[in-house]
T-cell receptor, first 113, second 115 residues
Framework: QQQVKQSPQSLIVQKGGISIINCAYE??????FPWYQQFPGKGPALLIAIRPDVSEKKEGRFTISFNKSAKQFSLHIMDSQPGDSATYFCAASHSSTGNQFYFGTGTSLTVIP | GAVVSQHPSRVICKSGTSVKIECRSLDFQATTMFWYRQFPKQSLMLMATSNEGSKATYEQGVEKDKFLINHASLTLSTLTVTSAHPEDSSFYIC???????????FGQGTRLTVV
């Protein structure tokens, strides 16, 4: 059973546009929600993360919006650049399992010049 | 930030042989490491949790006799794919962390191709 659901599967955005990727989860025990960026042939790299006690976190062009009641969170990439083209995974974990993550299915983002 | 090194990055082996993949935490001690498998254009699926000094914990459906995990020290975990077959071809990724999820870091992955 997929514990974290992610959409869309793929996304094409014009340079300078906003990329939005959405995730939903069921397990209310999750208390840490990171987003990872992965380039082909590489391992995932942490992009930004949020805990459920805040509704939004911003780091540079990347923002996570978190809706605890809806059990949803999303990644917004402002002023998208061709270098942002990669696969993005949302994930979730809970304190009792330490560093074990449940990943979404991934979104392939293509930013066209 | 902390670095997790995985070796080799690519390996091609013949069907029936065994392949060992190493995962090292370079600048911190990791009591727990995780091994994931990723098929093309798919998500990372947790295979097993590697615990230093004890047996690994495998996820349901993962054959522990086929995917041998050894966590001999606080900085090294190894995954050995035994009697590899073409269906074992995949991208294997390890992660290691400190006390909590904010301290988890991923290796660069190993592309295994079994011919």
């Amino acid at each position: 059973q997929q514990q974290v659901k992610q959409s869309p599967q793929s996304l094409i955005v014009q340079k300078g546009g906003i990329s939005i990727i959405n995730c939903a989860y069921e397990n209310t025990a999750f208390d840490y929600f990171p987003w990872y960026q992965q380039f082909p042939g590489k391992g995932p790299a942490l992009l930004i993360a949020i805990r459920p006690d805040v509704s939004e976190k911003k780091e540079g062009r990347f923002t996570i919006s978190f809706n605890k009641s809806a059990k949803q969170f999303s990644l917004h990439i402002m002023d998208s650049q061709p270098g942002d083209s990669a696969t993005y995974f949302c994930a979730a974990s809970h304190s009792s399992t330490g560093n074990q993550f449940y990943f979404g299915t991934g979104t392939s983002l293509t930013v066209i010049p | 930030g902390a670095v997790v090194s995985q070796h080799p990055s690519r390996v091609i082996c013949k069907s029936g042989t065994s392949v060992k993949i190493e995962c090292r935490s370079l600048d911190f001690q990791a009591t727990t490491m995780f091994w994931y498998r990723q098929f093309p254009k798919q998500s990372l699926m947790l295979m097993a949790t590697s615990n230093e000094g004890s047996k690994a914990t495998y996820e349901q459906g993962v054959e522990k006799d086929k995917f041998l995990i050894n966590h001999a020290s606080l900085t090294l975990s190894t995954l050995t794919v035994t009697s590899a077959h073409p269906e074992d071809s995949s991208f294997y990724i390890c992660s290691a962390g400190g006390q909590g999820p904010t301290e988890a870091f991923f290796g660069q992955g190993t592309r295994l191709t079994v011919v």
